[in-house]
């Protein structure tokens, strides 16, 4: 057997005390050789025999059968994966590999881009090589922020940076979402490449302070009224009173506004009525 596009050598071992004369044949055509020479170079297959001449007396070797041995091998076409996915490279099965990293197994993992190559040896000794090019694309970025809160009530949007796809975990595919729950949200993007990333972000929902300032009150002309909001950090009142009591006489609806430790606000109301003194 030989390798498609080499060449191998018969020969013939004869001893004589004359000279020998070697005509070799190939299917049974005789080949134009060198009658001097035992051995010849073929590169076709087929069936091979010589017939030795001493004088008149001749003799006819065995029969050589020569095959030709065919590699024929080629890689996968070109490989795409996004990062953090392996790409196997299988080269098949053949008697032994050697890849352009020197590595000598029948497959390669591969992390990085770039063009990688093998050559295999089959069972003749016959080789082939072939190569193919690994595109590896980076992840798409997505980031939602920090842990944040809401306060009872309120809203917030999260948005994921431009992409191709989006699935949140409440299963809305738009780029942006409204909440007003607490949570931990979640969204997976798809870029233009196929590649994916996910982020998320805890939303804490604090409750409203209370504040209550009682019943409203109907009075004779004369009497002060003092209201009292619940301890917080900060106050306003509708008066522009920033204290956390306020003393009032007059008829009116007054309002406070406070915000506590966590910048939540809540709000209440009384309404102050006064009777006009009777006429004498």
């Known amino acids: 057997v030989i390798c498609e596009g080499e060449s191998g050598m018969l020969s013939i071992e004869a001893t004589a005390s004359d000279a020998l004369e070697y005509h070799w044949y190939y299917n049974g055509n005789p080949i134009n050789n060198d009658p001097n020479l035992n051995s010849i170079s073929v590169n076709e297959a087929g069936d091979y025999y010589c017939i030795i001449f001493m004088g008149t007396n001749f003799i006819q070797s065995e029969i050589a059968t020569v095959s030709i041995s065919t590699v024929e091998f080629s890689l996968p076409e070109d490989f795409t994966a996004c990062a953090g996915n392996n ?72 948005e994921a940076p431009e992409a191709v796809d989006y699935l949140w975990t409440g299963g809305e595919t738009s780029q942006s979402i409204t909440i007003t ?20 972000v805890t939303v804490s929902v604090y409750s409203l302070p209370t504040v209550d300032l009682g019943d409203d009150i109907t009075s004779c002309p004369g009497p002060e009224f003092e209201f ?28 406070v506004t406070i915000t506590d430790e966590n910048g939540c606000q809540n709000s209440d109301e009384v309404t102050v009525s006064v009777y006009s003194l009777p006429t004498v």
Not at 146 to 158: K, N
Not at 181 to 189: D, H, K, L, N, R
Not at 232 to 255: C, D, F, M, P, R
């Open 87 to 158: 790409v196997v490279i299988d080269a098949g099965l053949y008697a032994s590999y050697l890849w352009n990293d020197n590595s000598t197994e029948q497959t390669i993992t591969v992390t990085e881009s770039g063009q990688y190559s093998v050559t295999v040896t089959n069972e003749y000794g016959c080789t082939a090589s072939s190569q193919t090019l690994v595109t590896i694309f980076d992840l798409p970025e997505i980031d939602l922020g920090e842990d944040f809160y809401i306060c009872e009530g309120a809203s917030a949007m999260l």
């Open 181 to 200: 729950e607490a949570g931990t949200y979640s969204v997976t993007i798809t870029d233009e490449n196929g590649c994916q990333n996910s982020a998320e």
């Open 228 to 255: 009292t909001a619940p301890d917080a950090s900060a106050y306003l009142w509708s008066n522009g009173e920033t204290n956390q009591s306020i003393t009032v006489s007059k008829a009116g609806t007054y309002s």
